[in-house]
């Protein structure tokens, strides 16, 4: 799989760009401001209908327009598709493929798949349960787009049974709650049997990755954590989860009608980073939560890779992050990827072995602040300078 053209409209800092793509490795260098990063996440966000950067759509439209554009051709296994997406904060995003309009914007889903590590990752290992969460839902959807369905109606009944609790103490009528409590678990039970199965695939990966990356710490664990016990303790069906958190759901209802919250169910649940006997969060050396980011990263890479669907792997500037041995490892595997997308503030940034195809960002002062993309095409790309990449 890989891009053969990314183009974006009043999306983050451009005003309009067009990026020629080929297999292999594409290298954007520039200094940080100059828009480099804004275009790889428009890439990502053609992938999974979101950003590594921010949790809304509103940052992504250029400041002073109305709608962003992004359009990326894809191809894979000789097949070539044309995604384009409208984000216009405040309403519905609208998507095309091959110019023919899609009922659901999540319909995309599956056309482009990439794996992006970024220095955000590093909230993967000292972030909230949050940020683990959102990156196992992310990894399923991107193997199995129906998920994004799944999550969706899980999340819209979590809305609406915690709106139901909330009432409680001002005495209101709970007597459907036990509905709300059928439809979260059927929802729930659906999400954690895809979440047990992709931790139960990517866990043995990630720890071979860490291996590799960080050979002389201890071994790196991946285990999934909820309220309903550990992981590989929970029965592996969807029914069986159902069961599980309806009886739960049973077991606490005294305690969520008191506190007007919702405890039990996936959105409770953690995915637990260990590093020898102890927890990695609060423990790990900077190194090491960097290594453990990475292996996650190369552990999806390579689980995307099992499914026969190679994902475009981009790689935002971390590079500069990485000590020799990490930057090594990285390149390894970059090298041998269909594709691979580069962002870097410095060409010392990117190691030996990733030169491929190499644009420059810089910034122009004609009309003001702007950004120009230069390299081995014979269109320039300008952007309005704006949130720094």
Not at 85 to 103: K, M, Q, W
Not at 115 to 120: G, I, K, N, Q, S
Not at 249 to 260: D, N, T
Not at 314 to 339: K, Y
């Amino acid at each position: 799989m890989h891009l053969r053209r990314l183009a974006v409209a009043d999306f983050r800092s451009w005003e309009d760009a067009d990026l020629p793509l080929e297999p292999g490795v594409t290298v954007l260098v520039g200094p940080n401001g100059a828009g480099k990063t804004n275009l790889v996440e428009a890439a990502g966000y053609v992938a999974t209908l979101g950003s590594h950067r921010v949790a809304t759509d509103a940052p992504l439209v250029r400041r002073g327009a109305e709608r962003a554009i992004v359009r990326a051709t894809v191809v894979h296994h000789g097949r070539e598709l044309t995604v384009e997406l409208e984000i216009t904060p405040g309403r519905a995003n609208r998507a095309r493929v091959n110019r023919a309009p899609v009922a659901k914007v999540r319909d995309v889903l599956g056309i482009l798949r990439t794996v992006l590590f970024a220095p955000e990752d590093l909230a993967l290992v000292r972030g909230d349960p949050g940020e683990r969460r959102a990156f196992l839902d992310d990894l399923l959807v991107s193997r199995f787009p129906r998920y994004a369905g799944v999550r969706a109606d899980y999340d819209r009944v979590l809305r609406q049974r915690s709106a139901l609790l909330k009432t409680a103490r001002a005495g209101g009528d709970l007597r459907t709650l036990d509905v709300w409590d059928g439809h979260l678990a059927r929802h729930g039970g659906v999400l954690l049997a895809g979440r047990l199965e992709l931790v139960a695939g990517i866990a043995p990966l990630a720890a071979v990755a860490f291996a590799e990356v960080a050979p002389t710490s201890e071994a790196a664990a991946a285990r999934y954590r909820s309220a309903l016990g550990a992981g590989d303790e929970l029965p592996a069906t969807a029914a069986e989860l159902e069961a599980l958190m309806l009886d739960e759901l049973a077991r606490v209802r005294r305690q969520e009608v008191e506190r007007g919250v919702c405890l039990v169910g996936p959105h409770r649940d953690d995915l637990e980073l260990r590093l020898g006997d102890g927890p990695a969060k609060g423990y790990a050396s900077h190194g090491e939560s960097w290594a453990l980011a990475l292996a996650l990263r190369l552990a999806s890479y390579r689980l995307l890779c099992a499914d026969d669907v190679e994902p475009v792997l981009i790689l935002d500037d971390v590079f500069a992050e990485l000590d020799t041995r990490r930057r090594r490892a990285l390149a390894g595997v970059a090298r041998t990827a269909e594709q691979v997308l580069v962002t870097a503030a410095v060409p010392e940034d990117v190691p030996e072995g990733l030169d491929g195809t190499r644009y420059t960002v810089g910034r122009g002062e004609d009309d003001g602040p702007r950004s120009v993309l230069t390299g081995p095409v014979t269109s320039e790309l300008e952007s309005v300078a704006g949130r720094s990449s």
